[in-house]
Every structure is written in structure tokens, then in C-alpha cells.
């Protein structure tokens, strides 16, 4: 049961694993200054583990989207889609 759960974590990491989101998430790091200013612009994180990531944590979404400027739904698409503006529209009306 265990091991069938672990190849399912696995599987499901490497399908939201996209090329976009590596790209997305090496952007970040570039805008931030490198990985340890965006360490130390969210905080309580080391330029380690800021080094280590391969897409942004989602915990971590719109702490890196305030620094880098970046939209949330670009840097994690798989988990915050992007609002179409006819929804938009919909929405105010």
C-alpha cells in the first residue's frame, strides 16, 4: 500500500513537472538576484533550499510573486489557473 502510494506522489510531481514551470521558476530566481536574495526577501528560508527548487512551492506562491513580480498563475500554472477576461467580465458584472 505504501509503495503504491509513493509511485503516485511520484507520478503526480512529475506530471505537473513541466518544462514551462522549470523555466517559470528559474526566472524568479534570475528576477529575485539569485536564489539567496529570494531567501532572504521571503524570509525564514535558506539559499539552499531556495536552490533546490524545481518549481515554487505552493506555500510559497504569492510570496515569490510579490518579489519577483511575477503572477501567480505563470509561476504554478498546474495549481492556479489563469482567470480568462470574459470571466473577468462576468464577474464584475
Same mark, same amino acid.
Do not use: C
Given at each position: 500500500?505504501?509503495?503504491? %502510494? ?5 507520478? +503526480? ?6 518544462? &514551462? #514551470? @522549470? &523555466? #517559470?521558476?528559474? &526566472?524568479?530566481?534570475?528576477? +529575485?538576484?539569485?536564489? $539567496?536574495? %529570494? +531567501? @532572504? +526577501? #521571503?524570509?525564514? @528560508?535558506?539559499?539552499?533550499?531556495? $536552490? ?7 506555500? /510559497?506562491?504569492? &510570496?515569490? $510573486? /510579490?518579489?519577483?513580480? #511575477?503572477?501567480?498563475?505563470? @509561476? ?5 489557473? *489563469?482567470?480568462?477576461?470574459? $470571466?473577468?467580465?462576468? *464577474?464584475?458584472?
Amino acid at each position: 500500500m505504501q509503495r503504491a %502510494l509513493k509511485d503516485f506522489a511520484r507520478y +503526480a510531481f512529475n506530471l505537473a513537472m513541466t518544462d &514551462e #514551470i @522549470l &523555466e #517559470i521558476t528559474k &526566472e524568479a530566481k534570475r528576477r +529575485a538576484g539569485g536564489p $539567496s536574495k %529570494l +531567501a @532572504l +526577501a #521571503i524570509g525564514g @528560508l535558506t539559499s539552499q533550499a531556495v $536552490s533546490g527548487w524545481k518549481k515554487i512551492p505552493m506555500g /510559497r506562491v504569492f &510570496e515569490v $510573486s /510579490r518579489v519577483t513580480g #511575477i503572477p501567480a498563475h505563470k @509561476l504554478r500554472p498546474d495549481v492556479f489557473p *489563469a482567470i480568462k477576461k470574459s $470571466s473577468a467580465k462576468k *464577474a464584475k458584472a
